[in-house]
């Protein structure tokens, strides 16, 4: 019985590990800001960032750790490399 137990402990052990580690690598550092008819994009672990028109129109790329956006109003499509993975965001300005 006593092995049983040691074996369900490890086995929670392992799992709870598991999900703290997804955690870290989880992109919550990544924001998506605007101020007036700037977006503002910002990650410590960003790479780079692009912005698309609707059409699929590369309108700007940016590398760095804090990137700026000036748009009009309209639908845009926003993918950032972060962490070694490509994120996408849909942006709509009116």
């Known amino acids: 019985m006593r092995r049983f137990f040691m074996m369900v402990a490890t086995m929670v052990a392992?799992?709870?590990?598991?999900?703290?580690?997804?955690?870290?690598k989880s992109n919550d550092e990544f924001s998506v800001r605007f101020r007036e008819n700037t977006l503002v994009v910002r990650s410590t672990k960003m790479e780079e960032a692009r912005i698309y028109s609707?059409?699929?129109?590369?309108l700007q790329k940016e590398r760095g750790n804090l990137v700026e956006f000036e748009l009009e109003r309209g639908t845009y499509r926003?993918?950032?490399k972060v962490n070694g993975k490509t994120l996408t965001r849909r942006i709509e300005l009116r």
């Open 14 to 24: 392992l799992v709870t590990g598991v999900t703290f580690a997804d955690a870290a």
């Open 54 to 58: 609707m059409q699929g129109k590369l």
């Open 78 to 80: 926003l993918y950032a």
